[in-house]
């Protein structure tokens, strides 16, 4: 009983990340991000498909996500991922069919993970990688793949 509370505390906080920014604005979600991403943010988009949320998949994703949200929240930005954005990203060559993770940040790589992200060690390539930390073979072999993203 108490771990079924604790991932529904887990999902309405996550979907309070991923829509508060854009309460009372009439800005589309890919304008939100570029407004982020021009005020220094580092943008985490994601799409979860399996909305069995007592399931493990889910259970694990919530997990890693909100575990990562809560250590870096001053300088990211947490987005549910939208209609808009998916045709915006589908214009820059991503074909959106699955769930996902997007880490944006301004004038630097973007990073694109396709699936289920339950994975502690992609976040913390994606962390280093931002803070410009040197990454090793490990943070290597977990970052996702680099795409180039235009929202403009």
Same mark, same amino acid.
């Given at each position: 009983m108490k771990f079924r509370r604790l991932l529904i505390n887990i999902f309405l906080w996550l979907t309070l990340i991923g829509n508060?920014?854009?309460?009372?604005?009439?800005?589309?979600?890919?304008?939100?991000?570029?407004?982020?991403?021009?005020?220094?943010k580092i943008v985490v988009v994601y799409q979860m498909l399996n909305d069995d949320t007592a399931s493990e998949?889910?259970?694990d994703w919530a997990y #890693?996500?909100?575990?990562?949200? *809560? %250590?870096? !929240?001053?300088?990211?930005?947490?987005?549910?991922?939208?209609a808009?954005?998916?045709?915006?990203l589908a214009e820059n060559n991503l074909a959106i069919t699955d769930?996902?993770?997007?880490?944006?940040?301004?004038?630097?790589?973007?990073?694109? #993970?396709?699936?289920?992200?339950? *994975? %502690?060690? !992609?976040?913390?390539?994606?962390?280093?990688?931002?803070?410009?930390?040197e990454l090793t073979p490990m943070h290597h072999a977990f970052m996702p793949e680099e795409v180039t993203i235009n929202l403009d």
């Open positions: 508060g920014a854009q309460a009372g604005s009439e800005r589309s979600l890919p304008e939100t991000i570029n407004f982020d991403l021009s005020n220094g998949q889910y259970a #890693y996500l909100n575990e990562f949200a *809560e %250590s870096n !929240t001053p300088q990211y930005q947490f987005y549910a991922a939208d808009a954005l998916n045709d915006r769930s996902y993770t997007l880490f944006l940040k301004k004038h630097e790589a973007s990073f694109y #993970y396709q699936g289920v992200l339950v *994975e %502690s060690p !992609t976040y913390l390539a994606i962390k280093t990688y931002y803070a410009g930390e």
